[in-house]
């Protein structure tokens, strides 16, 4: 059974602190990815890894980074987190040539 | 514009009741498509693919139009749990596009 997993499900943060949400998975998928979730927006993709150490652009990565040293896990990090950002946080994997994305329980982020 | 776009709804209708989504997508060359099921504060999970040909799975029913653009899911004989929200999802090259979803309330 495919396994997801996100670091936290609920965080608090004041504007300008460096925020670092973790995804983990346990399939051995190459891709990975990060969503924001928003109402009236659906998921907006952040960024997405095809590789260790690879990683590319999504439709809105400004204000974001992102991290993936080992295979089963992928960061994303907020640089300096602003109220604009409060949203929810997916995270997502897949195998290359097939397309399920299997995805983590999110991450309640508030920025105050 | 969007890339997908879906009618929020709500849905709301009885139970037994058959009921239908509409997507559409801007990009003509998208590959693959995908209707996915939310439950209130749940992560998504993939209800079903679209396949050219149209696909069942039990009461549910997908199809595709290529020509125009747009995908379908038919939901029939609706039950309390297929209250939800559905995701349309269009692939193109590994890049994975969302609509804002459909909500479905089936009522007793």
């Known amino acids: 059974d495919v396994k997801v997993t996100q670091s936290s499900r609920y965080l608090v943060k004041r504007t300008g602190e460096k925020v670092f949400l973790e995804c983990v998975q346990d399939?051995?998928?190459?891709?990975m990815f990060w969503y924001r979730q928003d109402p009236g927006l659906g998921l907006r993709l952040i960024y997405f890894?095809?590789?260790?150490?690879?990683?590319e652009k999504g439709d809105i990565p400004e204000g974001y980074s992102v991290s993936r040293e080992k295979k089963e896990r992928f960061s994303l990090i907020l640089e300096s987190a602003s109220t604009n950002q409060t949203s929810m946080y997916l995270c997502?994997?897949?195998?290359?040539?097939?397309?399920?994305?299997?995805f983590g329980p999110g991450t309640r982020l508030t920025v105050t | 514009r969007k890339e997908v776009e879906q009618d929020p709804g709500p849905f709301n209708v009885p139970e037994g009741a058959t009921v239908a989504f509409n997507c559409t997508y801007s990009?003509?060359?998208?590959?693959?498509f995908f209707w996915y099921r939310q439950d209130c504060r749940k992560e998504p999970k993939l209800l079903m693919s679209?396949?050219?040909s149209g696909n069942e799975d039990g009461r549910f029913t997908a199809q595709l139009n290529r020509a125009s653009q747009y995908i379908s899911l038919l939901i029939r004989d609706s039950k309390l749990s297929d209250s939800a929200t559905y995701l349309c999802?269009?692939?193109?090259?590994?890049?994975?596009?969302f609509g804002s979803g459909t909500k479905l309330n089936v009522k007793p």
């Open positions: 997502a994997s897949n195998r290359d040539n097939n397309y399920e994305q299997y």
């Open positions: 399939m051995d998928h190459e891709n």
């Open positions: 890894s095809y590789d260790v150490k690879m990683k």
């Open positions: 990009n003509s060359a998208s590959q693959s």
């Open positions: 679209v396949y050219s």
């Open positions: 999802v269009v692939n193109d090259f590994n890049k994975f596009y």
